[in-house]
C-alpha cells in the first residue's frame, strides 16, 4: 500500500481516517475497504453490547416461560414480581444500605480528595496507595476477609457489617472522581476569593465548593450505583434479614431461568440507566461552568 | 514624601532548597506604575505573591503604606490582584464577580449596586452585568478581571503578566487602556511581566530581576540608556557586548582595547584602573557605518527589514558588531553590501562601560 | 500553587481533621481485615468454619496438589485469553470511535457506558439467556437451519470468556480511546511525510504511542478477570472453575477457612507479580520500539 505522494495531508481531525491523504486508485480501494471492515467490526461490537439487554427486556414481556421463541406479549410476569414480598424486602434492604454507604463514603471520600488535592503533606504517598487498593483487590478476596474480620470480632452480620463493607469500597471511588474534578478547577479560582477578601472557609463555601458540586454528585452516584451493583462482597457479610436484592436474585437465577427474574432484571437495567443518563449530564453541566 | 506604597526589606523566598526570591530590598512609591522585569522563573511572580500575601517570606518584611504586613493573610491585605488567567468565578455572573470583593466587605447592597455599575463602566462593559465569564472574549474577561480588583479601591493592584494570554493587537489596545486606567484612578500599579518592550512603554519605574534578584532599578530611560549590568543590557532590547582591557581613562570616558587590538571610547560611571578587564555596551542604533568611524570592519551580513536594515560587521576574529541603520529615504542612504570594508563608529557616551 | 504543604498550625489541623476518617475506615476495615487473612493462611481449619489457633504452613503446601493448580493454571489461562481478546475486539473499536466526528464521540462513549453501570449480575443473567441451550442464539442458529443440534454454550469454559470479555472490554476501550484521542495527528502526518506507508504509521507510531492505554487496559481487564467469581459461577456451571470459585468454596460449604485465605493470598501475590512483568514488559518494548 505505497502511497503517492509525499505532501502531508491537512483534513481536519474529525473526519474520516488519521492517515488518508491523496493517492492512487487502487491504495484508495484498500483503504476504503479498511474502514468498511473497521466501521463494521464496532458497528458488531455494538449489536453483541446490547444484544443481551435488549433480548432481557423483549423476553421480559414473553408469555411463554422459555426464552427460545415469542409466544406473545404479557405484563404477567411484572404483575407476580410486584406481589413478591421477599423481593421487595430485598429492594429495601438494598436502598437502606445504599444510601447509608452513599452519605458516609462521599462525606469522608471528599474529605480525603480535598486534603490530597490541596496539600503536600507526609503520608499522602501511603495514603494514596491505601486508596488505590479496594480498587484493584479482587471482590471475593475482600469479601472473605471482611467475614473473617468480623467474625474474630464476634460481630453478628446484618446491615452495619454490610454498610462498612460497601464504605471501605466506595471511598476510593469517590474520592477519585472528586479528585479528579478538582484538579480541573483552577487553584487560583480561591486564591482570588481570599485576595477579594474571603478567608479561607468563605473562599471554600462560596468558591470551591460550587464548583466541586457535580463533582461530589458523581461520586455519590457512583457509590449509589456500586453499592446497589454489589453481590460477591454483601453475600459474604450480610446475615438473614439484610439480604440484599442483589443476593437474593443470584439465589433466584441459580434455582432456574424464571421471566419474573426477566422483568426485575429489566426493571433494574431501565432504573441504572436513569442513572447513568444523570451522572453524565451533571458532568456535561460542570465542564460547561469551566471557562 | 510619606510612606511608600509598598517596601519589601530583604526579602527572601525559599521552595525547600530552591531560592525563589533573595534577599531583595524594594520601594514602591505612591501612584507609581512600576514593573517587575525579567526571564520566567526570575522569582517576579513569587515577589508578587508575596506582596498579596499567597506566599509568606521566609526572610524579611513586607511593608503596605507603611505597615507591616508580616503573616497578614491575602483577604486582610489592602491589595488586590488580577491574576495571569483573570480566575473569574466561573459559577457566577460578571456582577456577581465584581461584587464579591464588597461583599465580603460588608458593603451594602445599594453602594455595592452603583460601585459595580461604575466599574463596569470605567472598564467599558456597562451592559454585560447578567452574562458568564465563559460567553466573554479574552479581552473582556481580562477587563472583568480589572474592575472586580479595582472596584474595590485597594492601596496598590498588583496585575501578574495580565495580558499574556492576549494576542498582539488586543495586548497593544490593552497596554494603552491599563495605562489610562491608572492615571484615571491614581492607584500603585505593581505590574508583573517578561516582555520588555511591554515594560518600557507602560512603566514609570522598572525593577529587572534575574536568579530572584533585582539587578537594577530605573525609569525605562534609565535601564535603557544605562544598563549596569551584562544581563540588563542583553534583556533589554538588543545590544553589543565587547570585551578587553581598560587602556586609559579620562575623566568618565575611558579607551577600551578590544581583544587587544582595538580600541573603543565609552562612557564610565566607575573608577577604572588600567589593564582592568572591562566590558562595553552599544546598542545596534546607537552605530553608525561609513561618516568616517573610528574602527573598520567588515560587512558580514545583510538584512533588510522594512524600516531598518541589520547588519553584522566583523571587527575582529572573535568580535562582530550587530548595527541597525534606519532605511528612511533610500537617496541619502545607501546599503552596504556583504564583504564591503566598512568605518564604524559611535559618540562615546552612547557606549557605556560595565565591569561585571 | 496547587499543591502546597501546611502553611499554618491550623491548616496541618484541618489535613489531620479530612484525613483521619478515610485512615481509620480504610486501616480498621481493609487492611486489619488483610492481615487477619493472612494470619489465618497459617492456622488450623475449624470444626464448623472459622478457624483453630494452630500455626501451620500446610495449607500452602496443599495448594500444590494437581487439582489446584490445574484450577490456578486455568484461571490464569482464562484471564491471559480474556485480555488478548478485550484487547482485539476494543482497540479496533477505540481506535474507530476516535477517528469519529466530536458529537458522536460523546453519544458513543454513552452507549460503551450505559451497559457498563448497568447491575452485573443482571448483564451475566441477560448472557445466560442468550447462550442458554433453548435460548436466543441457539434458536437463531437453528432457525437459519446452520444446525440441527443446539450448540452447548452455557456451563462451557467458552462462556466462562465471552461473559469476562463483555464484562471488561470496556476497561479496555476506554483507556485505549483516551490515548488514541490524544493522539496528535501531526504525529501520523509526519510519519508518512517520512515515507512510513499506512501499516508501518500503524505499528511503529501509532501503538507505541497509545501504549500507556494499552497497557492500563491490560491490567483492568487481567486483574478482574483473575479474581472473577461470579462469571464462572453462572455462566460456567462449574465447568470451568476458577480461583474465586475455589475461595467461595472454602468458606462456604468446604468451611476451610485457613485454605481459602491462604487461596487468596496467592492470588492477590499473582495479581502483583502479573502486573509488574507486564508493567516492565510493555515499558521495554516501548523502549526498543518493537511492538506488536
Sequence with gaps: MASSSTTPSTQPVTEGHPTSRVSSGFASFWRQLGKFLLSGWALIFFVFLYLPIV?????????????????????????????????????????????????????IGTMVAVALERFDFKGKLPIDALLFLPIIIPDIAMGIMLLSFFALLNQSLGFVTIIIAHTAFNISFVAVIVRARMADIDPTLEEAANDLGANEWQAFWRVGFPLLLPGILAGALTAFTLSLDDYVVTFFVSGPGSTTLPVRVYGMIRRGVTPEINALSSLLLVASMILVVLSLALQRRSSRLNV | MGNPAVQLTQVTKAFGEVLAVSDIDLRIEDGEFFSLLGPSGCGKTTTLRIIAGFEMPTQGDVLIRGRSMGQTPPFKRPVNTVFQNYALFPHMTIEQNVAFGLEMKKVDKAETQRRVGEALEMVRLPNMGKRRPHQLS?????????????????????????????????????????????????????????????????????????????????????????????????????SNMLYGTVYAVEGTEAVILVDGTVPVRAHT???????????????????????????????????????????????????????????????????????????????????????? | MSVREPRTRRERTSVSVLTGPTVIWLLLFFIVPLGVI????????????????????????????????????????????????????????????????????????????????TNFVVRMYAWRLLLFRQGILNGFVMGLGLREEPLALLFTPTAVVIG?????????????????????????????????????????????????????????????SLGAYVIPDMLGG???????????????????????????????????????????????????????
Design chain 2, 269 to 356: 560611571d566607575y573608577d577604572l584602573s588600567h589593564g582592568q578587564r572591562a566590558g562595553v555596551v552599544v546598542r545596534p542604533e546607537k552605530i553608525t557605518l561609513g561618516n568616517g568611524g573610528a574602527l573598520l570592519g567588515r560587512v558580514e551580513e545583510v538584512v533588510y527589514i522594512g524600516t531598518d536594515t541589520r547588519y553584522s560587521i566583523r571587527l575582529t576574529d572573535s568580535t562582530t558588531l550587530i548595527v541597525r541603520e534606519q532605511n528612511g529615504n533610500s537617496d541619502q542612504v545607501r546599503l552596504y553590501e556583504a564583504g564591503e570594508e566598512v568605518s564604524v563608529g559611535w559618540s562615546p557616551a552612547q557606549a557605556i562601560v560595565l565591569v561585571d
Design chain 3, 38 to 117: 493472612f494470619v489465618y493462611s497459617f492456622l488450623q481449619r475449624g470444626a464448623f468454619g472459622g478457624v483453630e489457633w494452630v500455626f501451620q504452613i500446610d495449607n500452602y503446601l496443599r495448594f500444590a496438589d494437581a487439582l489446584y493448580i490445574n484450577i490456578f493454571v486455568r484461571s490464569l489461562w482464562i484471564a491471559v485469553l480474556t485480555t488478548l481478546i478485550c484487547l482485539l475486539i476494543g482497540y479496533p473499536v477505540a481506535f474507530w470511535m476516535s477517528r469519529r466526528p466530536a458529537w458522536m464521540q460523546g453519544g458513543l462513549l454513552l452507549l460503551i457506558m450505559v451497559p457498563f453501570w
Design chain 2, 138 to 238: 479574552g479581552g473582556q474577561q481580562q477587563r472583568v478581571a480589572l474592575a472586580r480588583a479595582l472596584v474595590n479601591e485597594p492601596e496598590v493592584l498588583l496585575l501578574d503578566e495580565p495580558l499574556g494570554a492576549l494576542d498582539l493587537k488586543l495586548r497593544k489596545a490593552m497596554q494603552l487602556e491599563l495605562k489610562r486606567l491608572q492615571s484615571q484612578v491614581g492607584i500603585t500599579f505593581v505590574y508583573v511581566t517578561h516582555d520588555q518592550e511591554e515594560a518600557l512603554t507602560m512603566s514609570d519605574r522598572i525593577a529587572v530581576m534575574n536568579d530572584g534578584e533585582v539587578l537594577q532599578v530605573g525609569s525605562p530611560v534609565e535601564i535603557y540608556e544605562h544598563p549596569t549590568s551584562g544581563f540588563v543590557a542583553d534583556f533589554i532590547g538588543e
Design chain 1, 55 to 107: 433480548t432481557l427486556i423483549v423476553f421480559s414481556f414473553n408469555e411463554s416461560r422459555f426464552a427460545t421463541e415469542w409466544s406473545g406479549f404479557t405484563l404477567q410476569w411484572y404483575g407476580e414480581l410486584f406481589q413478591n414480598r421477599l423481593l421487595g424486602l430485598a429492594l429495601r434492604n438494598s436502598l437502606i444500605v445504599a444510601f447509608s454507604t452513599t452519605l458516609i463514603s462521599t462525606a
Design chain 3, 164 to 224: 469476562l470479555v463483555f464484562a471488561w472490554v470496556v476497561n479496555m476501550i476506554l483507556p485505549c480511546y483516551a490515548s488514541l484521542v490524544g493522539l496528535n495527528d501531526a504525529m501520523l502526518e509526519a510519519a508518512q511525510d517520512l515515507y512510513a506507508n499506512r501499516w508501518q504509521t500503524f505499528w511503529k507510531v501509532v501503538v507505541p504511542l497509545t501504549m500507556p492505554g494499552i497497557v492500563s487496559g491490560s491490567i483492568l481487564v487481567f486483574v478482574p
Design chain 3, 238 to 292: 462449574g465447568s470451568a472453575d476458577m480461583i474465586g470459585n475455589l475461595i467461595h468454596q472454602q468458606f462456604t460449604s468446604g468451611q476451610n477457612w485457613p485454605f481459602g485465605s491462604a487461596i487468596s493470598v496467592l492470588l492477590m501475590l499473582t495479581m502483583l507479580i502479573g502486573t509488574l512483568i507486564y508493567f516492565r514488559v510493555a515499558r521495554q518494548r516501548t523502549a526498543q520500539g518493537i511492538v506488536g
